[in-house]
């Protein structure tokens, strides 16, 4: 069974997802819309179907599923009243991402960021970039390239770049102004595409999700979509389990679970939106291993030791073998599972407590544990 699915089904899986997705673009205009990037694309390519859903027939990734199963998949779920279609282009090792181009030719690629990921495999934040920038070069003239403006990368990228691109970030074509959190613990800011502007709210808290969001109204309007329905779909927008998801404990105490991935630039920025928002009310960090990072694991766990010891963080817990060696002051567990005993007797009123950590590392059971 294992030979003939490896070398028979998937191969032929593959050859008719590809041609049948390159029907639909031709026969019926049906456009594909890629993402990749470092950090970001679930809630992305979640905010983009959102948006376009007002829209029409959208299709787009199924969550948490190799993308080498996922997309031939998600493509073959197609039908040609399907108006889009939402790739999310994850990869760990180079290469992948020629394999999921080879099967989908975008009309819009959107990349997030370019962050240090899987730098065991990539060696450097440049070796990221180098995998990351291929989904540029297979844009059409008349394709649309969605470009982080803050990027070190980003002029590399622009010059790479054949097609049409909208860049997005603080100093971008699509901006954002003003961003507060409110009592509902909801992000509000001014979203700016070009001369227009409106007032955004978002369920999620944070300026990661406000990136995401900018980056999703850059490939909402380069089809052409009108602020006002960009700003109808990202309201509606339902982030996914474990980004960021304030919950509201028994005990009066407010968790922030973001279990579900880990780096060390969404980490920075976990951390800072959570010191924001618990001001100075106590605070505990729960903080699992960052994976992937290769020989300078050390130096990135110890660039987050610096961020927390200037915050004012009350309690510090590390899960997993590299916060072990983080030079701060904290307890340190082996298991997500043996943290709860620790961690139930302080959660009282006026006590906040940021979940932080990779899905591997499994700190979304000790949030199940909390909900009971």
Known sequence: M????????????????????HLLQKLFGLKVIAITGSAGKTTTKEMISSI?????????????????YNIPTTILKCRPDTKFLVLEMGVEFPGELDFYLWLAHP???????????HLLFFKSVEGVYKEKSKIIRRLDSDGFAILPAESEFYRKLVSLNKA??????????????NLKINKDFKSEFILYIGK??????????????????????????????????V????????????RMKVIKHKSGAIIIDDAYNNNPEAAKEAIKVFSQIAKSNKKIIVFGDMLELGP????????????????????FIGVGKATQ??????????????????LRPMLKKNTYVLAKGSRSIGLEKLIERLYN
């Open 52 to 68: 376009l859903k007002l829209q029409g027939k959208v299709i787009s990734s199924f969550a948490n599923i190799d993308p080498v």
């Open 107 to 117: 009309n819009i690629a959107v990349i997030t960021n370019v962050y240090p990921t």
């Open 296 to 315: 300078d694991e050390d130096k990135y766990h110890q660039e987050i030791a610096k961020l927390i010891s200037k915050l004012s963080i009350d309690k």
């Open 231 to 242: 700003k109808k779909g990202l309201e509606s927008f339902s982030p996914a389990e474990h």
């Open 196 to 229: 227009e502007n409106i007032k955004v709210t978002l369920s999620v808290i944070g300026e990661q999700f406000v990136h995401n969001a900018l980056s999703a109204a850059a490939a909402a309007h380069a089809l052409g979509i009108s602020i006002i329905n």
């Open 164 to 177: 049409k691109d909208i860049s997005f970030g603080k100093n971008g074509f699509v901006n954002s102004q």
């Open 325 to 342: 060696k983080m030079k701060i002051t904290k307890e340190w567990f082996e298991r997500p599972e043996d943290v709860y005993k620790s």
């Open 2 to 21: 294992h030979f003939f699915k490896k070398y028979i089904y998937h191969p032929v899986k593959n050859l008719v997802a590809k041609y049948y997705l």
